[in-house]
């Protein structure tokens, strides 16, 4: 399903949810100009906050992608708890809801974010040399094409910026 | 360590192809712009599917 960005960031940002936006769409944010199909955000995992995201997304009717449709599952803070990583699809669009990225979780990666405004809300979103970091430790084959992208564009980046 | 190795290769032979045209092109947005033409681009792309469906729908219904 093809996110709404213009309505998943602030409907997180609104529900006072702390995230970082990492992946395809901070790949975006950074000037890529790859397209994707989902909004990859790790979430910080503490009670308060998991009640928060719950909230968040509980209109939306968050359901697990590739899960066939009518199995029992219930969104709420308890499931998130009990679970880490969620890949979800919602009225918004595809989110991946990630606890925990290759063994870095929101606590070790926030010094390696910035805040940005766009959509009417500020949140927060993965530096560049951290998210091609976090890409080369997951070691999969499909973001080879990727790694390469991000690395130009930090050469670019730093090139603009010399 | 040696796939990490072997990645590496595969991923440096890879950024001559980028188009770096492209690249320079979205350095000049802000983000929020980046973010701005990513949507009205994902705009598209639901219009084009919502199209291809029908296309779809009304060639079954026909059959």
Redesign the interface.
């Known amino acids: 399903v093809?996110?709404?960005?213009?309505r998943v960031v602030p409907a997180l940002v609104h529900g006072g949810a702390e995230f970082i936006v990492i992946g395809g769409?901070a790949a975006?944010?950074?000037?890529?100009?790859r397209?994707t199909f989902d909004v990859d955000v790790l979430y910080l995992r503490d009670e308060q906050n998991i009640q928060r995201l719950a909230n968040s997304l509980a209109p939306y009717k968050p359901y697990l992608r590739e899960v066939p449709p009518g199995l029992p599952f219930t969104w709420d803070a308890k499931t998130i708890r009990n679970g880490l990583n969620f890949t979800l699809t919602t009225e918004l669009g595809d989110i991946d809801l990630l606890g925990d990225v290759g063994g870095e979780t929101y606590q070790t990666l926030l010094p390696h974010s910035f805040e940005?405004?766009?959509?009417g809300v500020r949140f927060r979103?993965l530096d560049l040399p951290t998210l091609i970091r976090i890409k080369?430790a997951a070691?999969r084959?499909k973001d080879?094409?990727a790694?390469?992208?991000l690395?130009?564009?930090l050469e670019?980046?730093e090139k603009?910026e010399a | 360590m040696e796939a990490a190795a072997a990645s590496d290769d595969i991923v440096r032979d890879l950024m001559p192809d980028i188009d770096r045209t492209l690249l320079r092109v979205n350095l000049k947005l802000t983000p929020e712009q980046r973010l701005a033409k990513f949507a009205s681009f994902m705009r598209f792309v639901a219009e084009l599917r919502r199209a291809g469906e029908n296309v779809r729908r009304s060639a079954k219904s026909k059959t």
């Open positions: 093809t996110p709404d960005l213009e769409v975006i944010i950074h000037g890529s100009a397209a940005v405004e766009a959509f979103c080369e070691g084959r080879l094409e790694i390469a992208e690395r130009v564009l670019e980046t603009k």
